[in-house]
């Protein structure tokens, strides 16, 4: 067995540095595509991750009586604001950010130091805090 068991033995060790090749081959195919490379080589892609889709924010219009109404002079369509409280024995917070003005109607004639009104664009529950917030605490807007 002499010449034909060292052929044997030379082919058998040809097909493992193959073999292994092909493996190292195929691993970085994995390690650099991932998914990719598995569909390229005929396996089924793996279905991409599905994140489900945002809930609906209603936005409604809100009328806020600002305190200064020469703050509200400055304001036009479209501009972004924060509604501050201020309220008398707490310290001031924040009840609407990034609010969107959609109008600022005439000043109202014969109206002293009742501040302005300007018309915003917020979610439902932002405005349900305006409107409380506008109960009890005199209301103003920093522009975003």
Do not use: H, N, Y
Not at 11 to 38: E, I, N
Not at 134 to 141: E, I, M
């Amino acid at each position: 067995m002499g010449r034909a068991g060292g052929r044997l033995r030379r082919a058998v060790r040809r097909r493992r540095r193959v073999a292994s090749a092909g493996l190292a081959v195929v691993a970085a195919a994995l390690a650099v595509g991932g998914t990719d490379a598995q569909a390229s080589r005929g396996a089924p892609a793996a279905a991409p991750a599905v994140k489900p889709a945002p809930t609906a924010v209603r936005m409604v219009s809100a009328p806020v009586r600002i305190a200064d109404a020469g703050t509200v002079r400055l304001l036009r369509a479209g501009d972004r604001v924060d509604v501050v409280a201020a309220e008398r024995g707490g310290p001031p917070r924040v009840v609407a950010t990034g609010a969107r003005v959609t109008e600022v109607p005439a000043a109202e004639a014969g109206v002293g130091d009742g501040g302005a009104l300007v018309v915003l664009s917020v979610p439902r529950e932002t405005a349900r805090a305006l409107v409380g917030a506008g109960a009890v605490a005199r209301l103003a807007v920093t522009l975003c």
